[in-house]
């Protein structure tokens, strides 16, 4: 019977350059979230009615801005929009 010993194991070659991969992926992705939470400002100057013309309402980017650093704040609000439009359809279908 033998004992195998594991600590001595290296990772495989093509298995390094995809963890740096996802290291600088997790990065930019970060960024781009970081971005797109300035960009949330922009947005709050926006009148209601144009608010309304996307979709959202202005408690929805207090929603967005309060959700936690590693999500997208648009993705977030592509979310809450698309959830709203859905829901607006279904009480529609239900009218007819």
Do not use: C
């Not at 100057?45 to 144009?50: C, G, H, K, L, P």
Request: no cysteine; net charge positive.
């Amino acid at each position: 019977m033998t004992a195998l010993d594991h600590s001595t194991i290296e990772r495989p070659a093509h298995v390094r350059p995809a963890l740096g991969l996802r290291i600088v992926n997790g990065v930019a992705k970060f960024i781009r979230s970081w971005r797109n939470r300035r960009e949330i400002y922009q947005l709050g100057e926006m009148s209601d009615a144009q608010l309304a013309d996307i979709g959202l309402v202005r408690g929805d980017l207090h929603v967005a801005w309060n959700a936690p650093l590693g999500i997208d704040p648009t993705e977030h609000l592509g979310w809450i929009a698309q959830a709203r439009r859905r829901a607006d359809e279904a009480l529609a279908r239900r009218m007819l």
